[in-house]
């Protein structure tokens, strides 16, 4: 195999916590190439699930964090100008598709209408990537899937999926583990002990009840493990509990401080 996929195997496997069925739902989906998306709130688990997966399957993952600013050629590749002249480079779906990766578009939705379209042909049974400016038309390797993720609570008239490119991919719905598995998940990854996860897993609850009234968005895993790490580096728990879940989320002064009770609450 060519050493410019090499470096996107997943070498060690991530660790993963199964929350339902969706390590067997997704096999399913990989064997049949089934384009995927993966919808739920940031710092849910999307990204770590994907690249368990990668690694389960044994294929090459190579992930693009999607932004507004993104066109379709930082997807599909370019010419550049070097000392011998002009060199076509693929871009990360390019590869992905020639040499049989999978391709996790992450925040799909923050990028261009006009660059989830070159999609489009990846993902029906055509499984073809046009490089118009190359004139070449890359036919995906049988190995290649594609993944996208999607975050419903964000979406607007302006920023949503067209259903044209909804309706291409399966979908499997993530959120918040179960108390008890957030529980042992924070605690995993940050080695502090389970009676501390769980008091931050509370804090984060009490947060996310507070999603549409006030706060756009709960305190996710993400940040319930920062704050983790941070109190296990011997950073007080409050102080720990302002910076990583409390400061981040909310300009708002009566909010800050009704979040900062909920911390003292639990501890
Ligand atoms: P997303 O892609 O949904 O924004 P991530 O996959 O980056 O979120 O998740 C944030 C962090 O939460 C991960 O780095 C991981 O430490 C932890 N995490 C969340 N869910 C799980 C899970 N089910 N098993 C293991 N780790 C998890």
């Not at 507070?210 to 580096?233: Q, V, W």
Request: proline fraction near 5%.
């Amino acid at each position: 195999m060519s050493d410019v996929i090499e470096q996107y195997f997943v070498k060690n496997e991530p660790y993963y916590r199964p929350v339902a069925d969706e390590v067997k739902l997704y096999e399913a989906a990989y064997s049949v190439r089934m384009p995927m998306m993966l919808k739920g709130p940031t710092g849910c688990g999307k990204t770590r699930f994907v690249e368990y997966m990668a690694w389960k399957l044994g294929k090459p993952l190579i992930t693009v964090a999607c932004n507004e600013d993104m066109t379709a050629s930082d997807l599909v590749g370019r010419f550049l100008l070097d000392a011998q002249g002009t060199r076509w480079q693929d871009g990360p779906l390019t590869t992905a598709a020639r040499y049989g990766a999978i391709c996790y578009l992450d925040e799909v939705v923050e990028a261009r209408q006009d660059t989830t379209v070159v999609i489009h042909p990846l993902t029906d049974n055509r499984r073809v990537l046009p490089l118009e400016k190359k004139g070449e038309l890359v036919g995906a390797h049988p190995d290649f899937q594609l993944v996208i993720s999607y975050n419903p609570g964000y979406q607007s008239l302006m920023k949503d999926l067209k259903q044209s490119t909804k309706q291409r991919f399966g979908a499997l719905d993530f959120n918040y583990p179960q108390h008890d598995i957030e529980t042992e998940i924070v605690s995993h990854e940050t080695g502090i002990d389970s009676a501390i996860a769980d008091k931050l897993v509370s804090i984060a609850e009490r947060a996310r009840n507070l999603k549409g009234h006030g706060l756009d968005e709960g305190i996710s895993t993400r940040m319930l493990i920062y704050a983790g790490n941070l109190i296990a580096k011997g950073v007080d728990v409050h102080a720990a509990c302002r910076m990583a879940l409390v400061r981040p989320i909310t300009d708002d002064p009566d909010m800050r401080d009704a979040l900062d009770a909920a911390v003292t609450t639990f501890f």
